[in-house]
């Protein structure tokens, strides 16, 4: 099926998936994969292991799409009937191919009778056609090929062999289309509702050359709404960008989507120059100044990140990665950060768990009360000479502290490196929000400090009523009076 703009239909073939058994993955991959070579997926059927509804929705797809892809059934089992499919839609018999016949040999041995399970997979359609996909790192060719028959390209619904197998042959099978997608992401702060007449209106103009995509988004600390705009001619799509961004500029979110890449750049745009403005970038070139005098002083694998998920330390891991990623450009490894294991939250284990991707991050993980759990990480970790620390001048028992204080004499020997002593609550909140920083989504509840889970809670100087008369609180970056932080700590909540 020829067309200027090629089209592709996915059929993810059995039971286990309609069951529940096991989660689709393979459809997703496909769509953005093929997104990226400018065929554009129109249709995604998911069917069980049976015959006659196999071969039916091939035979439908294969006339309507330029490409059909199918994955899974092609196994040894009773159920494996993805080739016994493809031959019923296009009429044809099945035969023992002799390539693939040789391949099973090689891999499961030469005493295959014709009709052992090895060699169901060497059963295919008289007019197949078989695609050998190469090795990207040796450029050896694969042993197993890829089975494709008119339009019909049948890939393994195992994940890691299907993606293989299309990052081999991609190029080959769908790189000729000649077409590029230009795409352009809008962030809103406000949902739908709010700007529904004028996405209409945008909408009546474009639909038939730049299709509009409307995404709400309720858990983002960003944005509520993410708009996506698409089209095949760059300079229309720019044009139209260019006018949406006008038409909603009152809600428009500069939302950065990767906010780690440009970390360096960021931070010391910032903080680089101390001259340059004002309090905060006095600040924040302050503690990247203290960072850099620590890195001078200690390795790598001598200093960490104390991190627990909390607003202060997230903002010093943001800036820590930056200024090694500055000082250090070529630098691979793993960032260590030091985490007290404590009851808490499910929500700052799930935001640490995410960060220590994000960060390429390796967690030294210790127990119990500082004063023991630092004696044990000297014990598990002996290399270990400073820890970063996100303390501020006006956290409990920090009115002393220099930007390096060691440890009390009776106390683990350790270097505590304060960069951020000076800052202030709204200092740290103008940091993370200014760069785009994610953070742990109970600052968005209306937490403003972060204890144990039995001793903390929202502070009651963001509580308000919603629009539906129900108790609702503000976000913690718009808490007014910093000094009010600590107002959902119960004293009995460790400092």
């Known amino acids: 099926m020829a067309g200027a703009k090629p089209t592709a239909g996915i059929i993810i073939i059995g039971d286990e998936i309609l069951k529940g058994h096991t989660a689709d993955t393979n459809s997703h991959f496909l769509c953005k994969e093929l997104y990226t070579l400018g065929v554009k997926v129109e249709k995604i059927s998911v069917v069980g292991d049976d015959l006659q509804v196999i071969s039916h929705e091939i035979a439908t797809f294969s006339n309507r799409f330029t490409h059909v ?5 092609i196994g040894p089992t009773h159920d494996d009937l993805t080739l016994e499919g493809v031959a019923m839609a296009f009429k044809e018999e099945l ?31 008289q007019s197949t056609r078989l695609l050998y996909g190469v090795n990207q790192k040796t450029g050896a060719k694969h042993d197993y090929p890829l089975v494709s028959v008119n339009n019909v390209f049948v890939f393994p619904g195992i994940p890691s062999l299907l ?19 230009h795409v352009r992401e809008v962030y809103l702060s406000e949902h739908e509702l709010k700007v529904v007449d004028i996405l209409n209106k945008f ?61 360096p750049e960021q931070v010391y745009a910032i903080g680089g120059s101390l001259n340059s403005g004002g309090h905060f970038s006095t600040a924040v070139g302050n503690a990247i100044n203290t960072i850099e005098r620590a890195l001078d002083q200690y390795t790598l694998e001598e200093i960490c990140v104390g991190f627990n998920g909390g ?26 950060v030091l985490y007290v294991e404590a009851p808490t939250f499910p929500e700052i284990d799930t935001f640490i768990s995410q960060s220590v991707k994000r960060y390429n991050l390796k ?17 598990k970790h ?58 742990c989504r109970l600052y968005d509840q209306g937490y403003t400090s972060l204890g144990s889970k039995t001793h903390t809670d929202p502070n009651p100087s963001l509580r308000y009523t919603n629009e539906y008369g129900q108790t609702a609180y503000k976000p913690a970056w718009m808490l007014e009076n910093g000094l009010d932080e600590r107002s959902g700590r119960n004293p009995l909540s460790p400092k």
């Open 69 to 73: 892809i199918t994955s899974g059934g």
């Open 163 to 181: 993606e293989r197998a299309f990052h081999s042959l991609k190029d080959q099978l769908f790189a000729s289309s000649g077409i590029t997608f």
């Open 311 to 336: 607003k202060d330390c997230t903002a010093l891991l943001h800036m820590y990665y930056a200024v090694v990623k500055r000082k250090f450009p070529d630098y691979k490894g793993h960032l260590q």
């Open 363 to 379: 967690t030294l993980t210790v127990h119990g009360r500082m004063k023991e759990a630092l004696s044990d990480l000297k014990k």
């Open 382 to 439: 002996p290399e270990l000479k400073a820890v970063l620390m996100g303390t501020r001048r006006t956290d409990p028992y920090s009115a002393s502290l220099s930007e390096f204080s060691p440890t009390d004499k009776d106390w683990p020997e350790y270097m505590r490196v304060n960069p951020m002593l000076e800052w202030s609550y709204h200092d740290v909140w103008q940091f993370i929000r200014q760069l785009y920083v994610p953070y």
């Open 203 to 263: 909408n009546a103009k474009y639909k038939d050359t730049v299709p509009l995509g409307s995404y709400p988004e309720w858990h983002n600390s960003y944005y509520k709404l993410k708009l996506i705009l698409e089209s095949g001619d760059e300079e229309l799509i720019e044009s139209a960008h260019s006018e949406l961004i006008s038409m909603l500029h009152e809600y428009i979110v500069h939302y950065q989507k990767d906010p780690v890449s440009v970390a």
């Open 95 to 125: 035969y023992l191919h002799p390539e693939i016949e040789a391949a099973c040999k090689k891999y499961f041995g030469n005493d295959l009778s014709p009709d052992s399970p090895h060699l169901k997979m060497a059963k295919v359609p």
